[in-house]
């Protein structure tokens, strides 16, 4: 994996990523994950302001087959590193999924305080906002993040280097309900 990060940051012979070529490039993208990446589909994430490195990475994980789901495995082996990254440099650029802050208040505050003792933030940010390589929580589809969470805790996702399993490990269903719940209230 070490090397997947100095690949990741040294210069290198590929163009500079392009949102203009991007967004025509998501056009098939948009039946899934909606028009400007906030998807009407539950279940299917939102890529609407992820960071870029992390839409690219999973795109890189579902190519090769280290993550599957969603029939997403063939369509991203149709796709060049290059559409990859103008990809996701346009659902970068496209505003955050709105926040849904209705819902049960005693969840979303659970939710809150096991965001703070986890230290989930420590890596996904202080408003869940994702970075680098690490994904956007905040707006996200509750169904897709509970589905997930439960996916990397078992190892049924596998994790690219095995930090994200162990943050998941101890949690419980009931705190990973809660977890969503707060996540999608954040805008
Ligand atoms: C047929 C519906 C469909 C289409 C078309 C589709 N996706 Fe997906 N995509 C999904 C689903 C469902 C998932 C969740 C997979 C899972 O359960 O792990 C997903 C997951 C993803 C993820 C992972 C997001 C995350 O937060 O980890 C990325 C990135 C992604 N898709 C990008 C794309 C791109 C780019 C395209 C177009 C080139 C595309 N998808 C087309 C259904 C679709
Ligand atoms: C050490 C850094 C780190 C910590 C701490 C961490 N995460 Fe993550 N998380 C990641 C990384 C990296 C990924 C992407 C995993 C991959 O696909 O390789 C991820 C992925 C996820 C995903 C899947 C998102 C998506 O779009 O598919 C969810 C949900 C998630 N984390 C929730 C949490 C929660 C809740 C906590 C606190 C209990 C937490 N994470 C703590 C680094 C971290």
Same mark, same amino acid.
């Given at each position: 994996m070490a090397f997947f990060f100095v690949a990741l940051t040294t210069p290198h012979a590929w163009a500079a990523p392009d949102a203009i070529?991007?967004?025509?490039?998501?056009?098939?993208?948009?039946?899934?994950?909606?028009?400007?990446?906030?998807s009407s589909i539950p279940g299917t994430p939102h890529l609407a302001a992820q960071p870029p490195l992390s839409v690219f990475y999973q795109l890189l994980q579902f190519r090769d087959q280290r993550r599957k789901g969603g029939g997403m495995e063939a369509i991203a082996a149709t796709l060049s590193e290059q *559409? !990859?990254?103008?990809?996701? /440099?346009?659902? %970068?650029?496209?505003?955050?999924?709105?926040?849904?802050?209705?819902?049960d208040a005693q969840k979303l505050t659970r939710g809150q305080q096991i965001a703070q003792q986890q230290y989930c933030s420590s890596c996904h940010g202080a408003q869940l906002q994702g970075q680098k390589h690490v994904p956007r929580l905040s707006?996200?589809?509750?169904?897709?993040?509970?589905?997930?969470?439960?996916?990397?805790?078992?190892?049924?996702?596998? *994790? !690219?280097?095995?930090?994200? /399993?162990?943050? %998941?490990r101890s949690l419980t269903d009931e705190e990973i309900e809660a977890m969503a719940t707060y996540a999608r209230s954040l805008p």
């Open positions: 070529a991007g967004k025509d490039k998501a056009q098939l993208c948009a039946a899934c994950h909606g028009e400007n990446g906030v *559409d !990859m990254r103008d990809i996701a /440099a346009h659902y %970068a650029a496209q505003p955050a999924p709105p926040a849904h802050t209705g819902g707006g996200q589809s509750t169904e897709y993040f509970i589905t997930q969470l439960r996916n990397l805790r078992s190892g049924a996702r596998a *994790d !690219m280097d095995g930090t994200m /399993a162990s943050a %998941a």
